[in-house]
């Protein structure tokens, strides 16, 4: 089999983890990187040792050897970037959210259905992890009964100050939403991967809680700590803190909140799945468990265990019980 030869565009916090990931998959080789921050790029690709670092996406996409490419750029990029990738014919992995808008959502999708031939996926990295993967097949195996109820959270903090500041801010660089898209998107799409239904209706109370933000004037590094002397005073427009109640085309009905507000919590994305005749929950921050609740017999806690798992959620764990795997695995 012909190796995949991959590249990569945006070398920030996530890029960094898809060049590590993409270096664990063994038909795929990364052969070049691109940074609108050249110097990024350049250290990147000194650290990593990979071969090639393109000055633009243009330089890339010119490049015959190139068969994929990851998108690691913020929102305002996903659309024009993924444009110029599948119209250059080359296959895509995209990071979330898809688009900052239905409507550009919508573009990439038809260009995708006139480029039958460009194979396309997007980083819902949650939906990958083995326990989550278990959950689905629990579902699908009638283990809970009919799935009745979603409920569950994804809380941080790394936001909760007037002086945290990141480009996610900015609704023209992330969108018109913020938490929603950003987190909360995860948190429906890996709902919606392990009941089997699409999220249908929603009715919504976004807030946003810190009007004013302290904007350094010197660029920041995604979920670092920001000591800015030099700041410019600018106005919240986006949401700190969402909650949704919903129903799905499946019959479920759920509720979640997001936040970027929650002192303490970190990465606290938790979902609970209740059925007729079981429940099932999880929280990312404990990857490697899952608890299972019942009303007439003693309620359980699940260990990852390739063993044990459900076949086809097998597939998706490589480590033994006991050895943590967790959200680099799963991407
Ligand atoms: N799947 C996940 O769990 C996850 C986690 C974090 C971020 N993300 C997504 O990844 C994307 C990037 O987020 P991040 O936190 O890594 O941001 P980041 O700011 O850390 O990195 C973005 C990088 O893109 C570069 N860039 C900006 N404009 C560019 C251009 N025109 N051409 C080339 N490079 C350009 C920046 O210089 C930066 O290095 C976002 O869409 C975000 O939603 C996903």
């Known amino acids: 089999m012909k190796k995949l030869k991959v590249g990569v565009i945006g070398t920030g916090y996530i890029g960094i ?14 052969v070049a990187v691109t940074d609108v921050n050249y110097d990024l790029a350049k250290r990147r690709a000194n650290e990593y040792y990979i071969p090639k670092c393109y000055n633009s996406l243009k330089d890339m996409l010119e490049d015959d050897e190139i068969d994929v490419i990851h ?43 006139e480029n039958k031939n460009v194979i396309h996926g997007m980083n819902y990295n949650y939906r990958m992890n083995p326990l989550v993967q ?27 100050f007037d002086t945290d500041y990141n480009w996610r801010i900015d609704p023209e660089v992330c969108g018109p939403s913020r938490c929603i898209a950003d987190i909360g998107t ?20 976004l807030a946003i809680i810190i009007p004013a933000r302290k904007k350094p004037k010197s660029q920041v590094e995604t979920f ?35 936040s970027e507000v929650s002192a303490g919590r970190k990465c606290y994305f938790n979902f609970e799945i209740d059925g007729t005749k079981a429940s099932l929950y999880w929280n990312q921050e404990i990857a490697d468990q899952m608890w299972m609740g019942f009303k007439d017999r003693d309620n359980k806690l699940v260990m990852r265990n390739p063993i044990l798992m459900t076949p086809e959620a097998k597939e998706y764990t490589y480590l033994a019980a006991g050895h943590p795997e967790g959200w680099n695995d799963a991407m």
């Open 17 to 30: 983890s898809h060049i590590e990931t993409i270096r664990r998959i063994s038909f795929a080789e990364l």
């Open 71 to 113: 998108n690691c750029t913020p929102n305002n990029l996903h659309l024009e970037v993924n444009e110029k990738i599948i119209k250059a014919g080359k296959h895509i992995f995209s990071e979330k959210p898809l688009a900052r808008t239905s409507e550009e959502s919508e573009k990439l999708l038809k260009l995708l259905e």
């Open 134 to 160: 278990e959950m689905k097949y629990k579902v699908k195996n009638g283990e809970i009964g009919k799935p009745i109820l979603a409920h569950g959270s994804y809380l941080q903090d790394w936001l909760l």
């Open 186 to 205: 995860h948190w429906m799409d890996a709902v919606q991967v392990v009941t089997g239904g699409n999220i249908v209706e929603v009715v919504a109370d």
């Open 224 to 258: 670092s700590i920001v000591n800015a002397s030099e700041y410019e005073e600018v106005e919240v427009k986006t949401e700190d803190y969402g909650a949704v109640i919903f129903k799905m085309d499946n019959g479920v009905r759920g509720i979640f909140c997001v």
